[in-house]
């Protein structure tokens, strides 16, 4: 019996089953097949059968339409056209162009831009798949039950993956951000990852346990360990049917409805988020169109994006939040100014406000989007009465300007503002007084109210949603809205913790927006503190 620990925390759950440990073929380097024109054409023809086969692909998953961006990108081409004008074969320039640009995105602060990386390795390996005729599934023989063991699972892998199979993922390689990770949590299938030494541990079959919530493995478990694991995953599937019973119920304090809506990033998180019973969308983190993006998303593609969404949501509210960069969000394409506090400097609105034309672009996709569903439209980061008066007006120009050029859009397009600054605390009644409803943004409103920052590990226990302060504030903000009659609900992490939720329905919280996977959880916990 081995265990190993990772520090990530990838997807809750407990899985027990064999190893399926992925095999692929090492492709070996090729010297030239022919001349450079013949290398350049192999190049061509199998770029060719990429795109095709990514495109037929972004119907399955929103990250393939990224990856399609990749793959054409001019940067990648030129890269692999000049190794194979220095001599290298198609299959070498390839991955001599792929160790460039994966070191590129390495190099970069951002967390979620460094694990970006993995999708260029993922097209890239689709290119070579595509040169050496190389194009089979590395899940076949895949048996129900099974715990997929491998070096780094790629969205194109998750494509190909029966996820009704799989009860859990273990890899090597990948942080919490990985899409490994997001499609396991989404599916609520347990997953662990950067296990370093889980290649040099684990063979082909060997019985694993994994226990996602605590990151562990442990290969080939003894009778007691197994029982033991046997229990707990038995017990835990019992609270999370008891939760999903409560999904799809509709939350009532006395008349009161108590919407619990979900938090998405993208189109994909929408439909399931819907089909899980979460009772709208309480924030739709508009960046990740922007930052998986080669370049600033047209008004036409975020307007797809939006409506989709919308028309996901259906009468369910869609509250699309403008771009929030900055801080420890950053945009390849965009550059930001070296600052010594990102956190307290140029992000969210503040960058809209500057970058006018691009907010613009933003705001008449939303307002088009409108005409698909019941869309709502957020800022982040406000400060200050100003600024909500100035994204208001541009929001009102660019109704004039779609007015003007006949281009429909919603009569009523609900705005609201995140409440995540102590500033917005502060002149709450002002800020009430002027948009339609509130989000409290317990992540930031945490960090900046404690003066502690979110992402450093040595103040971690300052960064606490529960010290009084904080606590204090969301009241302050809930009782403003109330007096206005404003609708105040909150989508910060706080929100999806079911044992904060009986502290916010006492500060007098009747709305909520959770991570997708804790839609059954606070809909269940709120049963239970409403029906005492
Ligand atoms: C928050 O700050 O609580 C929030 C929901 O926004 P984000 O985590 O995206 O900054
Ligand atoms: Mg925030």
């Known amino acids: 019996m081995k265990r190993l620990t990772a520090t990530v925390r990838a997807s809750e759950g407990i899985a027990i089953g064999r190893a399926f440990v992925v095999e692929r073929g090492e492709v070996v380097a090729e010297p030239p097949q022919g001349s450079v024109e013949q290398e350049q054409q192999r190049f061509e023809e199998a770029l060719r059968s990429s795109v095709e086969q990514i495109d037929a692909l972004t119907a399955v998953n929103d990250v393939f339409a990224a990856h399609l961006e990749m793959v054409q990108d001019d940067m990648l081409r030129e890269s692999v056209e000049a190794y194979i004008g220095d001599g290298a074969s198609a299959t070498e320039a390839v991955r001599r162009a792929c160790d460039d640009i994966v070191a590129m995105f390495e190099g970069l602060d951002d967390e979620y831009l460094r694990e970006r990386a993995d999708d260029v390795k993922d097209v890239c390996s689709r290119l070579v798949a595509n040169l050496v005729g190389d194009v089979r599934n590395p899940f076949e023989g895949l048996r129900d039950g099974d715990i997929i063991v491998d070096n780094l699972l790629t969205p194109s892998d998750m494509a190909l993956v029966a996820l009704d199979k799989v009860a859990g993922f273990v890899t090597r390689e990948g942080g919490a951000t990985a899409h490994v990770c997001i499609i396991a949590r989404n599916h609520s299938i347990a997953a662990v990852v950067g296990l370093h030494e889980v290649l040099d541990c684990v063979k082909?079959?060997?019985?694993?346990?994994?226990?996602?919530?605590?990151?562990?493995?442990?290969?080939?478990?003894?009778?007691?360990?197994?029982?033991?694991?046997?229990?707990?995953?038995?017990?835990?599937?019992?609270?999370?049917?008891?939760?999903?019973?409560?999904?799809?119920?509709?939350?009532?304090?006395?008349?009161?409805?108590?919407?619990?809506?979900?938090?998405?990033?993208?189109?994909?998180?929408?439909?399931?988020?819907?089909?899980?019973?979460?009772?709208?969308?309480?924030?739709?983190?508009?960046?990740?169109?922007?930052?998986?993006?080669?370049?600033e998303p047209s008004e036409e593609q975020q307007y797809e994006a939006y409506a989709a969404a919308a028309a996901a949501c259906g009468e369910l509210p869609l509250t699309i939040r403008t771009l929030d960069v900055g801080g420890d969000k950053a945009i390849s394409w965009l550059p930001f100014p070296k600052e010594d506090n990102p956190f307290l400097g140029w992000r969210a609105i503040r960058v809209s406000l500057e970058l006018r034309d691009m907010f613009r672009r933003q705001l008449r996709a939303i307002l088009r989007a409108s005409t698909a569903g019941r869309v709502r439209v957020m800022f982040p980061m406000i400060t200050s009465v100003e600024e909500l008066r100035e994204a208001k007006l541009l929001l009102d120009e660019c109704r004039v300007e779609l007015d003007m050029q006949g281009i429909?859009?919603?009569?009523?397009?609900?705005?609201?503002?995140?409440?995540?600054?102590?500033?917005?605390?502060?002149?709450?009644?002002?800020?009430?007084?002027?948009?339609?409803?509130?989000?409290?943004?317990?992540?930031?409103?945490?960090?900046?109210?404690?003066?502690?920052?979110?992402?450093?590990?040595?103040?971690?226990?300052?960064?606490?949603?529960?010290?009084?302060?904080?606590?204090?504030?969301?009241?302050?903000?809930?009782?403003?809205?109330?007096?206005?009659?404003?609708?105040?609900?909150?989508?910060?992490?706080?929100?999806?913790?079911?044992?904060?939720?009986?502290?916010?329905?006492?500060?007098?919280?009747?709305?909520?927006?959770?991570?997708?996977?804790?839609?059954?959880?606070i809909k269940h916990r709120l049963q239970e503190i409403l029906s005492k």
């Open 204 to 295: 082909q079959g060997d019985l694993l346990v994994v226990d996602g919530g605590e990151g562990v493995v442990i290969v080939e478990p003894d009778e007691q360990t197994l029982a033991e694991y046997r229990m707990r995953r038995d017990r835990y599937a019992e609270v999370r049917e008891r939760e999903s019973a409560s999904s799809h119920e509709r939350i009532y304090d006395g008349e009161r409805f108590i919407p619990v809506m979900a938090n998405a990033g993208n189109v994909d998180e929408v439909r399931r988020a819907i089909s899980l019973g979460a009772d709208g969308i309480g924030l739709f983190r508009s960046e990740f169109l922007y930052m998986e993006s080669a370049e």
């Open 408 to 521: 429909p859009f919603a009569e009523k397009v609900e705005v609201g503002v995140m409440i995540e600054t102590p500033a917005a605390v502060f002149i709450a009644p002002a800020l009430a007084a002027e948009c339609d409803f509130f989000s409290i943004g317990t992540n930031d409103l945490t960090q900046y109210v404690m003066a502690a920052d979110r992402g450093n590990a040595k103040v971690a226990s300052l960064c606490d949603p529960y010290a009084a302060a904080v606590v204090e504030a969301v009241r302050q903000t809930i009782v403003a809205a109330e007096q206005s009659d404003t609708e105040c609900c909150m989508c910060g992490e706080f929100a999806s913790d079911s044992a904060a939720t009986q502290l916010l329905i006492d500060c007098g919280l009747r709305e909520f927006s959770v991570n997708i996977s804790s839609v059954g959880k």
